[in-house]
């Protein structure tokens, strides 16, 4: 039996990177304290008087709810939007683990779906087999969904729960595709623009294998169905991440590190663009129409007038 660092009980995991061995109850106590200390940097002086939480449901997500929920609930409304996006045999089995998460913590729980919302569902839109990508049209409709549905409930931000394995990763992505106009808009936003919810983090600094430990030692449910449209390309650099923390525990760290060492320098290189209605929905977006409408057109969910003909 390995003893815990700090108490002498049974340890329950090995944090590689500081070289320390934690009980249940050190372990717990080490991924709050870091989270609040990342969340008290992350939201500034601002309080958050109504929360939103992504909630798909999965290990990740369920967490961020969990935590906010354990450090917020006193003080600050909590909802929870779970988006829908029409994929049988995956988020037909989170969804229920969400709902009764949500049940067990009292947080009113909102679902939007691509079917209801957007008018078709990603399983649809696999079939088309457009040369967009199926990624993007998820990832702009999700965004879009989470923004309005978060505005509507009146929140003052929304929490997502990706975890530092996840957050390393986009950096790394961005710095080889040299999208450093992305890299300034990622999450956590310091940069508040009117009708667009800001967004935090709390697990940003939380390595996976902590999240799902967390997860597990505070009974939450862990599904294991994986979404059948996962992004090759992000596979590719989750393996270069492993390797480089595999031989250099704290390489995730240390990229989250270098990003905010540079971040006010890449806010003076692309400042906020300024935002007006989309001229289709009305949403907030830097063109004459947003980026959700120009794929809803793309896919015959809108019709075209003879303007927009060539």
Do not use: W
Not at 146 to 151: I, T
Not at 204 to 220: S, V
Not at 266 to 287: H, N, R, V
């Amino acid at each position: 039996m390995t003893s815990c660092s700090k108490c002498g009980d049974e340890a329950v995991i090995f944090v590689r990177y500081n070289g320390t061995h934690l009980c249940r109850r050190h372990f717990i106590e080490y991924v709050e304290r870091r989270v609040k200390r990342d969340i008290r940097k992350q939201k500034g002086k601002k309080r958050f008087k109504k929360i939103a939480v992504a909630l798909s449901g999965g290990k990740d997500s369920s967490t961020a709810l969990y935590i906010i929920h354990k450090i917020f609930s006193r003080t600050s409304e909590i909802h929870a939007i779970t988006v829908d996006e029409g994929i049988p045999g995956y988020r037909d089995k989170t969804i229920p683990v969400a709902k009764r998460l949500c049940r067990k913590l009292d947080v009113e729980h909102h679902i939007v779906s691509f079917a209801n919302d957007i008018g078709i569902t990603i399983d649809e839109i696999a079939k088309k087999n457009d040369e967009i990508g199926i990624c993007t049209y998820c990832g702009v409709f999700r965004r879009s969904l989470l923004n309005m549905k978060a505005r509507e409930i009146g929140a003052d931000v929304l929490v997502l729960g990706h975890n530092l394995d996840d957050f390393s990763q986009s950096i790394l992505m961005n710095f080889v595709n040299a999208d450093l106009e992305k890299l300034a808009r990622m999450a956590p936003h310091h940069r508040i623009q009117e009708r667009m919810i800001p967004r935090i983090l709390p697990l940003r600094m939380i390595p996976e294998k902590e999240t799902t430990l967390y997860a597990i030692l505070n009974g939450l449910d862990i599904p294991m169905e994986e979404c059948p449209y996962a992004f090759s390309s992000r596979l590719v650099f989750r393996r270069i991440i492993y390797e480089l923390e595999d031989r250099n525990p704290g390489t995730r760290h240390k990229i989250v590190k270098s990003y905010e060492q540079i971040r006010k320098c890449l806010y003076e290189m692309f400042p906020l663009a300024k935002l007006q209605s989309c001229a289709i929905c009305g949403e907030p977006t830097p063109g004459e129409i947003c980026r959700a409408c120009e794929l809803k057109r793309k896919l015959g969910l809108l019709k075209i007038s003879p303007d927009d003909k060539d």
